[in-house]
């Protein structure tokens, strides 16, 4: 039977930055809260041993707590294989977690199976219904041709992110520039077209020993138009944290947009002139979404009901 969710308008998160933390290994969970990330995300899949990952199920409850300490939102990655993916969804369907990081997404029927999995599990707990939403993890070429399918697949899909290192490995290259910029852009339009946030950076996810190299490409990737990134690392939260904030720099300028804008000599005029440059309504968007940022105040999700 399929899902039947409710529509209802739920506000869109800020994750300028996902950690990435082992859910076996105590030292890293105990610590997660104090890095900064705008989300934590507790992995069940490839940084669990086979042999831990039943350990690792039993001890999330305890790590949803702890890692939520300061507010970051919950995510848990779950495994793609469906034994695996049974008994965590299982373990994973708890109060506390906000969302669930799906690996290997590559169709819409398969983000629709989880979907319909974890309202029966919230159904049966008596948890808010849809409150857990999904990051859907692009990781082979076989799913760029469904991408749009997979973005609108079902009213829990929040976010998408190209998964660099799998992708690559996927279509036997290495995770260089050339090779990852047509599908991280790829997943940006289907991820914008459909609502969500689009997430991630043009480069290899594993090098976080080079800050300057990682600050360049996050900030790179804000300009295109991502708004967050996932970290492995704790040392490349605050970069992505900084790199897809608005500088002070715009927002100065977005404030000096909206007050033209307000402004009676401008007002209901379709386009205006600001330091001799012209000031039209895509412009003016671009200045609130600045602000909203500033603010984290982002837009509700207003897509339309997909039952």
Do not use: Y
């Not at 300009?223 to 970069?239: K, S, Y």
């Amino acid at each position: 039977m399929a899902d039947t969710l409710p529509s209802v308008e739920t506000a869109v998160p800020r994750w300028r930055s996902l950690l990435f933390v082992p859910t076996h290994i105590p030292r890293f969970v105990e610590t997660a809260h104090e890095r900064g990330a705008d989300g934590v995300i507790l992995d069940l899949e490839d940084s669990v041993p086979q042999d831990q990952k039943g350990e690792a199920r039993r001890q999330l409850p305890e790590c949803v707590a702890k890692v939520g300490r300061k507010g970051a939102s919950v995510l848990v990655r779950v495994n793609h294989g469906l034994r695996a993916l049974a008994a965590d969804l299982d373990a994973a369907v708890i109060a506390g977690v906000d969302a669930l990081v799906l690996p290997k997404t590559d169709s819409a029927e398969w983000v629709l199976e989880i979907a319909n999995a974890v309202s029966e599990l919230e159904r049966e707990r008596s948890l808010p219904r849809g409150r857990i939403r999904f990051l859907a993890q692009i990781e082979t070429p076989g799913a760029l041709q469904r991408l749009a399918a997979i973005a609108l697949a079902h009213p829990r899909m929040v976010a998408m992110a190209l998964g660099p290192e799998d992708f690559s490995a996927a279509v036997g290259g290495a995770p260089e520039f050339d090779l990852l910029l047509a599908p991280n852009l790829s997943v940006l339009f289907a991820a914008r077209a459909a609502g969500l946030l689009p997430l991630g950076f043009v480069g290899s996810i594993g090098e976080f020993s080079d800050s300057d190299k990682l600050r360049e490409a996050a900030t790179r990737a804000r300009r295109l138009g991502f708004v967050g990134a996932l970290a492995i690392h704790p040392t490349q939260v605050a970069i992505f944290n900084e790199a897809f904030s608005p500088s002070a720099g715009e927002l100065e300028w977005a404030r000096r947009v909206v007050a033209a804008e307000n402004d009676d000599a401008t007002h209901g005029r379709a386009a205006f002139s600001l330091d001799g440059k012209m000031i039209d309504p895509p412009v003016v968007r671009r200045a609130h979404e600045i602000l909203a940022l500033a603010s984290n105040n982002r837009p509700t999700n207003q897509r339309p009901d997909r039952r």
